[in-house]
């Protein structure tokens, strides 16, 4: 049982390039979310699903498009990064039912947009 | 959507109680409080949780008051590995059945030797 993974776990991107960070988990959670973190700053969310095809905006959607095409897997992308992007991704899934449905966290994707 | 504030850092003495609060005064009437910390710059990890009622497991206890617009994280006997971001965050419903976290700036708590 691997929980969440992120991949990659650092990448180096030019301003206008693209790229897709992947999250998967293992724990058939309905729910998952994307999350980034600047330096001294707490997380934002950016996207989030609640179930296999759905996604909704987070509170700074702007500049990311996710997909969520099988229950284990969401996708957020970057079609032209800028360097406001360099951050630290966060994902995370839960059961999303009422009562016990805590967020269960990947280790970040670090990502530097020069 | 529910805020959540908390003071930026907090000092602990290794061994004692460490009582982190958090402010949460537009919380709605079904919306769960959240504990979660961070340390270094992992993944944040699940403390506690709760609704109405104080809740206590095998890492700590959450204190929520009365009123629900409060709550206190008490690690009863803070250790060095404890130093950590703590963060108190409000289980938002967006709709019937669907929820979303929001997180705040979060407690730096330094444990001391």
């Known amino acids: 049982n691997a929980g969440v993974t992120q991949t990659p776990k650092f990448r180096v991107l030019k301003t206008g390039q693209s790229m897709t960070l992947l999250c998967a988990q293992d724990?058939?959670?309905?729910?998952m979310y994307w999350y980034r973190q600047d330096p001294g700053m707490g997380l934002r969310l950016i996207h989030y699903s609640v179930g296999e095809g759905t996604t909704a905006k987070g509170e700074v959607p702007d500049g990311y498009n996710v997909s969520r095409l099988k229950k284990q897997n969401f996708l957020l992308g970057l079609e032209s990064a800028a360097p406001s992007q360099t951050s630290v991704y966060f994902c995370?899934?839960?059961?999303?039912?009422?009562?016990?449905?805590?967020?269960?966290f990947g280790n970040g994707t670090r990502l530097t947009v020069t | 959507d529910a805020k959540t504030t908390q003071p930026p850092s907090m000092d602990c003495a290794e061994g004692r109680a460490a009582n982190l609060p958090c402010n949460h005064s537009?919380?709605?009437?079904?919306?769960?409080v959240y504990w979660y910390r961070q340390i270094h710059s992992q993944g944040p990890q699940y403390i506690i949780h709760g609704l109405k009622n104080n809740e206590t497991n095998e890492m700590a206890s959450l204190i929520i008051t009365e009123d629900r617009k409060s709550s206190t994280l008490i690690l009863p006997h803070a250790t060095l590995r404890d130093t950590a971001v703590y963060y108190c965050i409000v289980r938002v419903d967006v709709t019937s059945g669907t929820y979303k976290y929001i997180f705040g700036t979060g407690t730096r708590l330094k444990v001391l030797a």
């Open positions: 537009t919380i709605s009437g079904n919306e769960y």
């Open positions: 724990m058939n959670h309905e729910y």
């Open positions: 995370a899934s839960s059961y999303g039912g009422s009562g016990n449905s805590p967020l269960h």
